[in-house]
């Protein structure tokens, strides 16, 4: 394991470090700071930095540090500087003036003064006469909520100082931090969990992290193809080190009994109504407790009682005999059955804390439990409330919500384990159809396996009576959509949608099956209306809810064929915001979501960072997931030209999912095409682009063919000018007139038609599109030697490729290295500089290898280079 840095760095902490700065150097007309903030956050550690890199060799520090010990002697904070051989308090004082502001020539003193609320009378007044004379600057620190002496709060008071508030670290400076310390990226769902234990308290955070690091808990992870190696993981529950525990126990420790109450309830029940903590530990415990800064409360919220750091609760929560913890997760059990005006989540909690007390569980409280679980995206904790209300003899519902959770985890044998021993009850028609919707959904979505989903839909047929038949109407259609018959599955969920009073699951696969054939067919417009009722529908229903999230993939990436960007990125927004903080599997597939709204939206670095993680701890998924993930994330890579990456993600999916999801089949084309475009391979990557279009074409995937075709324009591909004029004409949305737009442009070589492509492209939130039609105008300039437009055009492709996080695209690379070489040989040098031979070269490209040699003998002669590698440079600058 690598060894913890021996200093932590300092992160985040720059505006602070020049406000120190500024006040000591007199720059801002002060005479000193004071640096308040609470325990822990990093006030001394910024004092002294920032002092120290105050014009080394100018300046001299002199620092002390005041204690609670010290406090009962007068000076005594200035011990260091007092001169014993005198009685007289003044003399006394006044030399310790001298000492602290006397400097050796050509410097000056600054003086430091840590936890100067700590500071005897005499010792504050010689803090305030050192800034009232103007003797030497003064770096003072103090810890807020603690009472200070006059003197010291005369400094800011009487604007001799400037005070500030250190506030604690946010979640990415959290995570810039720890990244720093151990050496490598830190994954980002454990950067989260840090910073919800730690609140950002950097010392909090030191602790932690050592004592993880020392536990195994914070490791590396094993590095998954395709993704980032070193990846830094967190898991398992936070442990208290011994150290860290001394830091909270010396706040927590002298606490009357009564207010070490209120922080054991709050520790196992957080947050609680304010009733609820007096009613279990008395009112005055409470106000107490909240005056001295251990709790806070919100008067604006149902619970808003919680503790002031979630610290407070592992430590109260590590001294706590078992005992104890079982009678307090009882009574508060018992309080929380008791309210009134419960929601949910006291549900949930309610069922959590009698599990955990050994309290004897109702099967049906905690069915109920899990699947509210579910609609708050936990489907960990819902199977653990299932499996225990299960042993409980729980029925039906019980078996069915742990399905769906069981799905949403990706543990699709299980699942399907389970709903086997579910058919072998005796079960009404309409749960048969449940179970045939659950069967569906794990075979299909999660085991790829379309033929036994359909199978499980014409069992249900043979065993139910006709007039339930109606109701696996929707089955049919969700089979369509992922068989990619778009019109098929339309007709289909249509039908199921005019019949009233269909079940949840009937409705929820009719309205996802036209999220996403719609978006196929190119009916966008038509699209709005369908994902309203879908939202409706999922909201309106606890078990079916979790499902939002697939759902909003497939309206998402509807509206992104279509070219509404901006539309389709303020719903991924919307879902990621929902799910901010919500903890385990509900983090991975959000950041999928997100990572395919920043890739189509060309923020490359970000999407990058956000897909090369792991998608969830419970293992890799397979099916549907991966291959939406890995395509986003290959296509990123490709995009950003590190072809290797593009190339490593391409294959992991090839292992995951060797069967391709049928629908999402031409993207699995695009991404091979552009993991070849990176590798240089064009025309090898123009060919798979018209692969994917034919294959769209054929099964009616409109919407997915323009985005086939725009690809092979942007790759410099002049063929598809008439197809994409024909589909403009009947498909929805801004991306297939600007496409068509593109490649009639590029077919004339006309530069301003390639430019009003680009900003269209740009208009529609499709930076990276516009990217390649400017680099195009550039190319076109050039060939009718108009140099100067051509600088314009190219400037424009590069602001673009800037703000897209460094793009590297074909037609980008071509603008920026302009050259009297052929696209084709352009082309084969590329190969042949990553050492490829020119019988590897002919048969990549589908040419003999006399060919390849010609176009290598007239590169050469056009360039003057003598030799494959001065070739090579001739394209790299090498």
């Known amino acids: 394991m690598k060894p913890i840095a021996n200093i932590w760095p300092l992160v985040g902490r720059e505006e602070e470090l020049s406000l120190v700065n500024a006040a000591v150097t007199g720059a801002d007309g002060y005479r000193g700071i004071v640096i308040a903030g609470a325990a822990g956050v990093g006030k001394s550690r910024l004092a002294r930095k920032a002092i120290a890199q105050v014009h080394p060799g100018r300046w001299v520090s002199r620092w002390a540090r005041a204690t609670t010990s010290a406090r009962a002697l007068p000076l005594g904070a200035f011990t260091e500087w007092t001169d014993g051989g005198t009685a007289d308090t003044m003399c006394v004082v006044r030399g310790v003036i001298d000492h602290l502001s006397t400097s050796p020539s050509g410097t000056k003193t600054v003086i430091g003064v840590d936890d100067a609320h ?28 603690e009472p200070v002496p006059d003197a010291v709060s005369a400094l800011w008071k009487d604007g001799h100082l400037q005070r500030i508030e250190l506030q604690p670290l946010s979640e990415e400076e959290t995570g810039e931090l720890v990244t720093a310390v151990l050496g490598g990226p830190l994954d980002p769902m454990s950067t989260r969990r840090l910073w919800n234990v730690t609140r950002g308290n950097a010392l909090y955070l030191r602790h932690l992290v050592e004592q993880e690091l020392a536990s195994g808990r914070l490791a590396p992870s094993p590095q998954a193809p395709g993704l980032s190696a070193g990846v830094w993981v967190w898991d398992g529950p936070p442990t208290v080190s011994p ?120 099967p049906v409280l905690l069915t109920e439990a899990a699947t509210a679980s579910l609609s708050l995206f936990d489907p960990e904790l819902a199977v653990r409330l299932c499996k225990a209300a299960i042993s409980d003899s729980a029925g039906y519902d019980a078996h069915v919500t742990l399905t769906v959770a069981l799905t949403v985890l990706s543990r699709g044998e299980e699942c399907e384990q389970v709903l086997t021993q579910l058919l072998e009850q005796p079960l009404t028609d309409e749960q048969l159809v449940d179970v045939a919707y659950l069967r569906l959904a794990n075979l299909l979505w999660i085991l790829n396996r379309p033929e036994e989903a359909e199978s499980a839909l014409l069992d249900a047929r043979e065993v139910t009576a006709p007039r339930v038949h109606g109701a696996l109407t929707a089955g049919h259609a969700i089979i369509h959509a992922y068989k990619g018959r778009p019109l098929d599955a339309v007709e289909a969920a249509q039908s199921t949608l005019r019949v009233p009073d269909q079940p949840d699951l009937s409705r929820m696969w009719a309205l996802g099956s036209l999220l996403i054939a719609l978006g196929e067919l190119g009916r966008a417009s038509e699209i709005a209306p369908v994902a309203a009722r879908a939202y409706d529908l999922m909201t309106g229903s606890a078990r079916v809810s979790i499902v939002r999230l697939p759902f909003s993939e497939f309206h998402t990436r509807s509206l992104r064929l279509a070219g509404y960007v901006h539309e389709a990125t303020a719903v991924t927004t919307r879902i990621f915001e929902e799910t901010a903080d919500v903890p385990g599997w509900a983090q991975g597939f959000p950041s999928v979501l997100m990572g395919q709204a920043e890739l189509a939206a060309g923020q490359l670095g970000a999407a990058r960072k956000r897909l090369e993680q792991r998608f969830t701890s419970v293992g890799i998924p397979v099916g549907y997931i991966p291959t939406i993930w890995y395509c986003a994330l290959a296509q990123a ?29 031409p993207e699995y084309l695009l991404t091979e095409a552009w993991v070849c475009a990176a590798a240089g391979s064009t025309s090898q990557a123009i060919a798979l682009a018209h692969q994917g279009a034919a294959h769209a074409a054929a099964h009616g995937q409109h919407a997915r063919e323009v985005m086939c075709l725009q690809t092979a324009t942007r790759f410099g591909d002049p063929t598809s000018a008439d197809r994409l004029h024909e589909l403009a004409g ?13 490649a009639t442009a590029l077919a004339a070589d006309d530069p301003a038609g390639l430019l009003n492509a680009s900003h269209q492209f740009e208009e529609m939130g499709d930076p990276l599109s516009a990217v390649d039609a400017a680099a195009h105008a550039a190319t076109a300039y050039r060939h009718q030697g108009r140099n100067g437009s051509a600088l314009a055009a190219t400037a424009r492709a590069q602001r673009l490729a800037g703000t897209c996080g460094g793009a590297s695209t074909p037609a980008l690379r071509e603008a920026q290295q302009p050259s009297p070489l052929t696209a084709r040989q352009r082309e084969i040098i590329t190969l042949a500089a990553q050492g490829l031979t020119n019988k590897e070269i002919a048969d990549r490209l589908t040419l003999s290898v006399r060919t390849v040699e010609g176009h290598l003998y007239r590169a050469s002669l056009k360039t003057g280079a003598s030799g494959r590698d001065d070739l090579g440079g001739t394209l790299t600058g090498d």
């Open 637 to 665: 890579q490709a995009m950003s030209g590190d072809g290797a990456s593009a190339a490593e993600t391409l294959r992991a999916l090839d292992t995951w999912s060797r069967t391709t999801v049928p629908y999402l089949k």
């Open 118 to 145: 700590l500071l005897d009378d005499l010792s504050a007044f010689v803090v305030l006469q050192l800034v009232q004379r103007r003797l030497a600057p003064v770096v003072v620190t103090i810890r807020t909520g």
């Open 243 to 362: 150290g860290l525990a001394d830091l909270i126990g010396a706040q927590l420790d002298t606490l009357p009994p009564a207010v070490g109450a209120v922080l054991d309830v709050l520790a196992v029940g957080e947050p609680l109504p304010e009733q609820t903590v007096a009613d279990l530990t008395g009112p005055l415990a409470v106000e107490q407790a909240h005056a001295i800064g251990l709790i806070t409360v919100d008067r604006g919220g149902r619970h808003p009682v919680r503790l002031a750091h979630p610290l407070y609760g592992e430590a109260r929560r590590a001294l706590a005999t078992p005992l104890r913890l079982r009678r307090l997760q009882a009574d508060i059990a018992e309080a929380l059955g008791a309210m009134k005006d419960s929601d949910v989540r006291d549900l949930i909690r309610r069922a959590v804390l009698i599990l955990e007390s050994g309290l004897t569980a109702d």
């Open 730 to 742: 009947q498909v929805d949305g801004p991306r297939a007139p600007a496409a068509a737009l593109h």
